[in-house]
């Protein structure tokens, strides 16, 4: 089992820049397929970004595509959710989350598909 905690999130002015950080324990996370994903006050929670297990294919939501940027870094067993060009509809609670999935190759989009989650920071996107 793999436990997730977050980084601290923020508050940011529109066009500002805000990465968060999610360092695993328990296990290491090149062993999972990873994603972010998001809930606004009012909203189901969303796809935001992914990888495949070991971080060899990504996968972005439309909305945050070539402004958001996935990464993995093995020796500090974290993930990273670089965020640039912040808009204020980005503004809502992000959460980091592993899946056991059995295919290495495969990206998950879907919540169903994740088996743990970190406890969720906020980031708040001023206009």
């Known amino acids: 089992q793999v436990q997730l905690v977050e980084s601290e999130g923020g508050l940011v002015q529109a066009g500002g820049s805000l990465r968060l950080s999610c360092a695993a324990s328990?296990?290491?996370?090149?062993?999972?397929?990873m994603g972010w994903f998001r809930q606004a006050p009012g909203k189901e929670r969303e796809f935001v970004a992914a990888?495949?297990?070991?971080?060899?294919?990504?996968a972005y939501a439309d909305s945050v595509k070539g402004r958001f940027i996935v990464s993995l870094d093995n020796a500090k067993n974290t993930v990273y959710l670089q965020m640039n060009s912040l808009k204020p509809e980005d503004t809502a609670v992000y959460y980091c989350a592993a899946a056991r999935g059995s295919n290495p190759s495969v990206v998950y989009s879907s919540l169903v598909q994740y088996d743990y989650w970190g406890q969720g920071t906020q980031v708040t996107v001023s206009s």
């Open positions: 990888f495949s297990r070991g971080g060899s294919t990504t």
């Open positions: 328990g296990r290491t996370l090149s062993s999972y397929a």
